[in-house]
């Protein structure tokens, strides 16, 4: 059994949800990463999603944009990423999945990629621009399962019928569902029909659905968390990286995942 299905069947049992958070690996460097992933899953997160920062990330918003130009300018490369999480792996069993695009993965060459990841102690890829079909075509799919990585689906309002069967099928570890169109950014108010878009999927789903994109508050999280597996917090968070350095960033990134966790226990 994987990390990832180990941490939904402990919440399962103790009757909690996924507090899933995203940070950009590499901003301001490596080091804090390091440090941020064991401060974070002490203060009460189940899953850490890695930014693999990338030249072109179109479908983020202007803050994860700004921290992906941040740790590019650090420095911050894939091989590196890797190297840094194998060396928190030995003090941590949170699981942590790399989010990104999948030019650098082409690029490091997919066989080379999926098992080095999986070396490092990398639990799971989201490729937001490699839909299902596009990874069973390029054969990503096949190496992915090989090397014991899972590759998460991606799905959205906008996703047919037949595209939420293939994420469903192809799918592994959980569903990330973006509760709307557009890109990732801190949104207002939660949309009012995603508890049953969500429960569409959560109907025909062997997987956790856990819900990203807008969520932004402790309260947030914690009526989203009402109707799904988990919630994603990403720009809400990595928006501290842009206003702290050092102790004060650090301090303010665990208060903020404690109020989270906090939230959804609520």
Not at 3 to 19: M, S
Not at 95 to 106: E, K, S
Not at 132 to 143: D, H, N, R, S
Not at 223 to 239: I, N, P
Request: aromatic share 6%; proline share 5%.
């Amino acid at each position: 059994m994987s990390r990832i299905q180990k941490r939904f069947e402990k919440l399962k049992g103790a009757g909690e949800k996924a507090l899933t958070v995203f940070i950009t690996a590499g901003d301001p460097d490596l080091a804090t990463t390091a440090e941020l992933i064991l401060a974070m899953d002490k203060a009460g997160a189940d899953i850490i999603e890695l930014g693999v920062p990338f030249s072109d990330p179109m479908a983020d918003g202007p803050t994860i944009q700004l921290s992906s130009e941040r740790a590019l300018a650090a420095g911050t490369t894939l091989p590196l990423i890797l190297e840094m999480v194998k060396s928190v792996r030995g003090q941590t069993e949170i699981p942590i999945v790399l989010m990104g695009y999948y030019n650098p993965v082409y690029l490091y060459g997919t066989e080379r990629f999926a098992a080095e990841a999986v070396a490092s102690g990398v639990d799971g890829v989201l490729l937001v621009d490699l839909p299902p079909e596009e990874a069973e075509k390029e054969g990503f799919t096949l190496v992915a399962r090989s090397k014991g990585l899972d590759i998460i689906s991606l799905l959205a309002p906008t996703s047919s019928d037949e595209r939420i069967n293939r994420a469903l099928k192809s799918g592994r570890g959980f569903i990330y569902y973006v509760s709307v169109t557009g890109v990732t950014g801190a949104r207002k108010d939660v949309s009012s029909s995603l508890p049953e878009e969500v429960g569409k999927i959560m109907e025909k789903s062997h997987l956790p659905v856990i819900v990203g994109f807008g969520i932004s508050t402790p309260e947030q999280a914690g009526e989203v968390a009402s109707f799904a597996d988990g919630v994603v917090v990403g720009s809400a968070l990595v928006k501290y990286f842009e206003n702290y350095q050092g102790e004060e960033l650090k301090k303010n990134v665990v208060n903020f995942v404690s109020s989270l966790k906090a939230g959804i226990k609520g």
